[in-house]
């Protein structure tokens, strides 16, 4: 994994996460680690210093309090510079992001994974 770079964007593809998961995103001297679950939200585990792929399970069991929003939407919790904010049709202003999808997929010098979010309760059309 010395030379792969992972590239994170918010399209939709096909889903792959069943239940928790954790993404590893490394550039040559960092790493980011997102976990996220069906239906629950998309949060930073950890970012800092490049980790292995050994290392990442270790982030999960830290205990640690980093577990942010990766995409951080309006109206829920405390979000000093929301990502996203919309108006809905019926006048609401707050978003409550989950995952609804996600792809990996292997090429030769990278790996891509996409992730689908949407609000947990009214429909974008």
Known sequence: ????????????LMPCCA????????TPNTSLVL???????LTIAYYGE????????????SGGDLHSQAYPAFGFGYNPASALSVLHPNGELALQLVLKSCQRIDEKDYELVTFVLKDKSILFK
Do not use: P, Y
């Open 1 to 12: 994994m010395s030379k792969i770079k992972s590239i994170l964007t918010v399209m939709a």
């Open 19 to 26: 239940f928790a998961e954790s993404f590893l995103i490394s």
């Open 35 to 41: 976990e996220g679950e069906k239906e629950a939200g």
């Open 50 to 61: 490049r980790l292995t792929d050994s290392e990442v399970t270790q982030v999960g069991n």
